[in-house]
């Protein structure tokens, strides 16, 4: 199944990747091939199976809501590119 | 010999006895890990200053204590999707190239706890997704035993590292054989252990329900000293069971594999595989069976399906996982100005990300997305309790299932890196076992007829982990294969 040049730039808006026109190309074969690859799965009739999330068969795993400190928050701030005012980081506008 | 040709057991007895220290056993892995760096590309950074630190802060513990852990002293390359505070760590990816951690992975905060030395951080593909260590931005890590070919993935620097003595031991992730493929590629011994046995906190997350954190180690007893450390439950990572942490050197001394069943299964010996390979791994099992044990041909019947599976659960987490790199709390952010937040994102995702992140990604929001969950994730996840009950099944029949890791042995820099399946369709033995969640140990036995190394893989049920040591432990004592060193010039 090839996936057309629209469901890559969609798929590609969906996960914020901005890609280029040659991307999106070899993208769109890339995918298809192994979009096609793991059409494989509709071989298994999986009836009335449950579907597997983790395997830990662990449920409900409960924390006490503590507050605890964090250290030094300003090191935090410092791992950002962006400028910080007031110990916020100042991103561009949502809106235009 | 020189110190860093030691295994962890011999140093940690030399250290004991005041042979030589830390201090000198660090230098000389110092002195290995920056003399091979050029050609090989194990380490995306030795952190020289830092392993002379804890190396005297070892010397000091080392003095006082009585009984030091085995582990004191010792120094470790720290795989570099493991967040070491102080210490840059990048997952290998231009989207965390200059991120300095605030703190420590879980894994690495118990390795300090004993006074570990960190050597530096080693080489992966791009946040752990590959299978050959291609993919990192610092570009691959070539095989000791033949540079022309990789040292397989994802912990392709690990291993590397570990093989030619550069480090005495490595910490390592294997989320669809990231620890054993690599582990067979350079002739070592890789631990996969069960999923929640050591806590993922810290260690950048890839596919969170099927990453584990493991080691790669010179033998099984090591690997054992290693666990003794790191598994158990953690505050910090919720899928970490209470279940606990037994002594794994216990059990170790055993000779013999007297009463154990062990299965060989039908589908992980299939045309297409290279003949060195199976005849390697088929010699070890008649080892194994010569030491005791009862050899029983088993069938895990999802096994074909396995791969096709992970390729959309797999995606599906890292697409979801990848999501918190956006250029605002940490990374480089863009050098291009933007409108808006959005085309920021855009941007700084289209420059952070490589080609195989990029398809992953994308892979995963397209199974994900309105309309087709039901079709790929859903129906993935249903195969993956189908796999996961071949093993339970399985195991009612037997105690461990012995295999081959991969089809075929280390191939050729730049192979298969024009074909994305063709990558993936070498990770169909590894990959069940962490759909399945279950521990599984390579260890080395043999070679092929152009010296490349070959491993065997010993699968378990889950928290079994005493169990694989055990059967990998007695055939080191009956083989050297762990023993190769591979000649560099």
């Known amino acids: 199944m090839k996936l057309t040049k ?26 298809s091939n192994i979009l096609d690859y793991v059409e494989m799965l509709n071989e298994v009739d999986t009836k009335g199976i449950e579907p597997t999330a983790q395997v830990t068969g662990l449920t409900n795993v409960m924390e006490k809501d503590i507050v ?29 | 010999m020189n110190l860093n040709e030691l295994t962890i057991h011999e140093a940690h007895q030399g250290l004991k006895n005041k042979k030589f220290s830390s201090a000198e056993l660090t230098k000389a892995c110092l002195k ?28 000091e513990v080392l003095q006082k204590e009585q009984n030091p852990n085995p582990l004191t002293g010792i120094p470790v390359a720290v ?11 990048t997952a290998c990816s231009d989207i965390l190239r200059n991120f300095i951690p605030t703190y420590d992975a879980t894994a690495v905060k118990k390795l300090k706890e004993v006074s570990c030395v960190i050597i530096g951080k080693t080489n992966t593909d791009e946040f752990t997704c590959g299978a050959s260590t291609e993919t990192s931005c610092f570009g691959v890590t070539r095989n000791p035993w033949d540079l022309n070919r990789v040292s397989g993935g994802s912990s392709g620097g690990s291993a590397a590292a570990v093989a030619t003595d550069a480090c005495i031991y490595a910490t390592a992730t ?3 054989g990231s620890i054993r493929q690599p582990a067979s590629f350079c002739g070592v011994t890789g631990l996969k252990v069960t999923y929640g046995r050591v806590s993922r906190y810290g260690v950048m997350a890839m596919a969170s329900s099927l990453d584990t954190v493991g080691a790669i180690a010179k033998n099984v007893f090591d690997i ?11 505050y910090f990572d919720s899928t970490t069971p209470n279940i606990e942490v037994p002594d794994y050197i216990k059990g170790l001394d055993s000779t013999d594999l007297k009463g154990l069943r062990i299965g060989l299964p039908d589908e992980y010996f299939i045309s297409g595989m290279e003949e060195d390979v199976e005849k390697k791994v088929r010699e070890a099992v008649r080892e194994l069976e010569k030491l005791g044990a009862e050899i029983k041909k088993i069938s895990l019947p999802y096994t074909k399906y396995a791969c096709p599976c992970y390729y959309v659960i797999c995606p599906s987490e890292v697409s979801a996982n990848m999501a918190r790199y956006d250029g605002i709390r940490f990374g ?25 992140m990029k398809r992953r990604i994308m892979i995963g929001t397209y199974a994900l997305s309105a309309g087709y969950y039901e079709a790929y994730y859903l129906k993935a996840q249903q195969v993956r309790t189908l796999i996961k009950m071949d093993f339970e099944n399985a195991f009612k029949e037997v105690d461990a299932i012995c295999c081959p890791i991969a089809p075929t042995t280390a191939f050729k820099i730049g192979e298969k890196t024009s074909d994305p399946v063709l990558m993936y369709l070498g990770d169909i033995f590894t990959i069940p076992a962490n759909l399945a969640g279950v521990p599984a140990l ?14 065997m893989q010993i699968i378990g049920p889950q928290f079994k982990e005493p169990l694989i040591l055990k059967i990998g432990s007695v055939y080191q004592k009956i083989t050297d294969w762990h023993k190769k060193k591979p000649k560099i010039s």
């Open chain 1, 6 to 31: 629209e469901k890559v730039k969609h798929v590609a808006k969906l996960a914020r990747l901005g890609l280029t026109d040659h991307e999106i190309e070899k993208f769109q074969t890339e995918l």
């Open chain 1, 68 to 96: 605890r400190r964090c250290e030094n928050p300003h090191r935090l701030l410092e791992n950002s590119p962006l400028p910080i005012e007031n110990d916020q980081i100042k991103v561009k506008p949502v809106f235009e």
């Open chain 2, 32 to 59: 290995k890990a920056k003399d091979l760096n050029e050609k090989l590309n194990a380490y995306t950074l030795i952190t020289e200053a830092w392993a002379l630190e804890m190396a005297k802060k070892a010397d």
């Open chain 2, 79 to 89: 795989k570099d999707s493991f967040c070491t505070e102080g210490i840059r760590t």
């Open chain 2, 174 to 176: 294997d989320t669809g």
């Open chain 2, 224 to 234: 054992a000293l290693i666990m003794n450390v790191i598994a158990g439950k953690d």
């Open chain 2, 332 to 356: 480089p952010g863009t050098k291009k100005e933007a409108e808006d937040l959005f085309d920021y994102y855009l941007q700084v995702r289209d420059e952070g990300f490589g080609d195989e």
């Open chain 2, 442 to 455: 390579a260890v080395p036995c043999g070679f092929s007829k152009n010296s490349l190394p070959i491993g």
